[in-house]
């Protein structure tokens, strides 16, 4: 096996870096052995290690991660843990309706899961249960936005439509000509919500930062190295998202792609009052290749748009100046009047894609599992994949589960280097033709 990329991260996580200093990691060292290991502490590999001991209190569970919980994708996603999720592939959001109403069942499954845990542990986390409001800056945006509440009345959702008096009302900007408000989508700080699942996890689950796995060799029982020593595991669970191609596991079915967040410094006391507007607020752009923006408890402003091609898997330096450049035009766009308010940070991280839109999920090997490539919605989708993948392994039986089963799983991409040729030329199209939604 070739040695695999592994994730490298920077500090730049406005999420993470307004929050306390983290404490030392555990860090895995000498040689260990265990019932199963969990690769990857996202919100897939959080999910799944919890399950498997709740449902196995007997039975010891490794959760190796990497790089620290809260600086990866998880902690540095933009926060909008989506019930009918934002289809990047599809036109108007979505394709198809029964796809549609299994992602829904199986995104609620998944915020139910997450509810019940940051419930009984008290995690505090700015959990909000408001809902999104999809934005529209331009009448092309308002027809998406008229499409995708077709799909809402079809799927039987409730949604509001809000004028540009009451886009201005709630945003302090005269940027939007038009919203729709949508309920179902759960928001939260996201460093500070896998951070808490971190911290309350069951007893028999052992969290190990900074402990990649290099390699495995694969056998009964599978033998796993990390920098510091060797772990001895009856099953492994792969829920490290595009990373697990590195280990020979749907390789070349996996798009990776990264995506850009930027956080403002808190507003001072004279630009929260030429802005007005209310003290929260979370918008999806009418565009899929348009901008997220929240303004957050704290008075910040967050700022996510711009995906790019990345062979290399991880976030480059140049990629994130680029991007910054874009979260500043986008800001000014918005709030022209807020001339002097900059970013604090600005970051990227990894996702993972495929063609159709499908996860892999199941059987890998004998005693070898994954759930990964969660196409971008992974707080709610990677919660729910990764308990169902947790019941799979110990034999539970449910509807969700039949439905993640009868999925293809990701399908076949053109070779390298067409892929990312055609990806950045698709890409930069659905840039220019989200114009100023972006
Ligand atoms: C800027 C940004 C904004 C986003 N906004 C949203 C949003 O609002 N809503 C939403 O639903 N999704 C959002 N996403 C996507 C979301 O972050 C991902 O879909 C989600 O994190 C996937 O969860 P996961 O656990 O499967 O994978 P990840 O969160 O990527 O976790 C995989 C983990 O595996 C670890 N890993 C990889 N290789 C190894 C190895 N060899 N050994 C040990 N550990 C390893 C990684 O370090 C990582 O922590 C956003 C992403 C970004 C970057």
């Not at 886009?167 to 005269?174: C, E, P, R, Y």
């Not at 971008?376 to 990764?386: C, E, K, N, P």
């Amino acid at each position: 096996m070739k040695t695999p990329i592994l994730p490298k991260f920077d500090r730049n996580n406005g999420w993470l870096e307004i929050l306390p200093p983290l404490p030392p990691p555990n860090i895995a060292k000498g040689d260990l052995k265990t019932n199963i290991v969990v690769i990857g502490a996202g919100f897939t590999g959080l999910a799944a290690a919890r399950r498997l001991a709740e449902l196995c209190p007997e039975k010891q569970i490794f959760l190796l991660e990497a790089d620290r919980v809260g600086n990866t994708s998880a902690g540095r996603s933009s926060g909008f843990a989506i019930d009918q999720a934002h289809n990047i592939r599809a036109k108007d959001f979505a394709d198809n309706l029964k796809v549609e109403k299994d992602q829904l069942a199986l995104n609620r499954a998944g915020q139910d899961y997450l509810r019940k845990i940051v419930t009984m542990n008290n995690i505090e986390c700015d959990w909000d249960e408001s809902g999104k409001v999809h934005a529209a800056a331009t009448e092309k945006g308002n027809k998406k936005l008229e499409a995708y509440a077709q799909n809402m009345n079809l799927l039987n959702l409730p949604y509001t439509w809000q004028n540009s008096t009451e886009m201005k009302n709630l945003t302090g900007s005269d940027f939007y000509k038009s919203g729709l408000h949508t309920p179902g989508t759960i928001m939260m700080q996201p460093a500070k919500l896998v951070l808490g699942l971190a911290a309350n996890l069951p007893k028999n689950v052992i969290l190990y930062e900074d402990s990649p796995v290099i390699s495995i060799n694969f056998s009964s029982p599978h033998s796993l190295k990390i920098p510091k020593g060797n772990i001895i595991a009856d099953s492994i669970v792969f829920a490290n998202n595009g990373f697990a191609g590195q280990f020979g596991f749907q390789k070349k079915n996996l798009i990776p792609l990264i995506t850009w967040g930027s956080l403002t410094r808190s507003l001072n006391k004279s630009e929260k009052q030429s802005l007005g507007g209310q003290d929260t607020w979370n918008i999806i752009p009418a565009d899929p290749f348009g901008t997220s923006v929240r303004r957050i408890r704290g008075d910040r402003v967050l700022i996510r748009n711009i995906y790019n091609y990345s062979s290399e898997l991880n976030a480059k330096e140049r990629d994130r100046l680029w991007a910054k450049k874009k979260h500043i035009q986008s800001l000014k766009n918005r709030f022209p009047a807020l001339l002097d308010l900059e970013f604090e940070y600005t970051w990227g991280g990894p996702l993972s894609l495929s063609r159709n839109g499908e996860p892999a999920f199941g059987d890998l090997g004998k005693n070898v599992f994954g759930a990964f490539c969660l196409n971008g919605v992974g707080i709610a989708r990677g919660t729910i994949l990764g308990k169902l993948i947790a019941e799979y392994i110990l034999g539970e039986e449910s509807n969700l589960l039949q439905i993640v089963l009868q999925g293809k799983g990701p399908n076949r991409l053109p070779p390298k280097p067409f892929l990312g040729w055609g990806v950045s030329l698709n890409f930069a199209n659905r840039r220019r033709i989200a114009g100023l939604e972006l």
